[in-house]
């Protein structure tokens, strides 16, 4: 069984700031990792994926991940927040084959103060 | 990139009714389609997969002869909300993917039950 764990429901940083979203997994195997993104009333956009190449992991709009697997860990950097850059994260499991259901976080929310 | 569409993005309907949402995926051929149902603040919960030409799989808690789900070809899947009761009042988000590929998801379609 798979499981997401995203630590902050609601992170809150000043523009220029650098963002950081944490994200624990649980897999019985090596999973696939996602970030997507979610701005109000729209669908989600896939920020990044790991799937067991890179363990650093580059994505759009400046944000990256580093999966960790001693610590189970993916989480979610960027440099210098951008006032656009306020929107639910998910964090996402799935199996490297992607033959099993995603498994979602319950997300992060990112507020960015002017 | 991959682009998958959702029609409409937006309904009202009187309760008893029933809705039909449609979700395309534009530039690939969508082996597997999925569809998600996000109320507000939480995260996205799976409903269904869909297999093209294959009888939909429904997640536990989800009644199938409420929530009808059609996979008729390579490029769409519909869900139709039958019998539509305020209760039902969700946003709804398809994704799509290609064999062996990742998931696209689709723009969402907010319905609200009067």
């Known amino acids: 069984a798979q499981s997401v764990t995203q630590l902050d429901s609601h992170v809150s940083v000043s523009e220029g700031t650098p963002v950081l979203l944490r994200c624990n997994y649980s897999s019985s195997y090596s999973p696939s990792l996602f970030w997507y993104v979610q701005h109000p009333n729209k669908g989600l956009q896939l920020l990044l994926k790991y799937t067991s190449a890179a363990t650093l992991v580059k994505g759009i709009n400046g944000f990256e991940a580093e999966f960790k697997k001693s610590e189970t860990s993916f989480h979610l950097t960027k440099p210098s927040a951008h006032m656009s850059d306020a929107a639910e994260y998910f964090c996402v499991v799935s199996d490297p084959g992607g033959n099993t259901p995603l498994v979602f976080g319950k997300g992060t929310r990112l507020s960015v103060i002017a | 990139g991959a682009v998958v569409s959702q029609h409409p993005s937006w309904v009202i309907c009187k309760s008893g009714t029933s809705v039909k949402i449609e979700c395309r995926s534009l530039d690939f051929q969508a082996t597997t389609m999925f569809w998600y149902r996000q109320f507000p603040k939480q995260s996205l919960m799976l409903m269904a997969t869909s297999n093209e030409g294959s009888k939909a799989t429904y997640e536990q808690g989800v009644e199938k002869d409420k929530f009808l789900i059609n996979h008729a070809s390579l490029t769409l899947s519909t869900l139709t909300v039958t019998s539509a009761h305020p209760e039902d009042s969700s946003f709804y988000i398809c994704?799509?993917?290609?064999?062996?590929?990742?998931?696209?998801f689709g723009p969402g379609t907010r319905l609200l039950v009067l």
């Open positions: 994704s799509a993917r290609p064999r062996g590929g990742t998931q696209y």
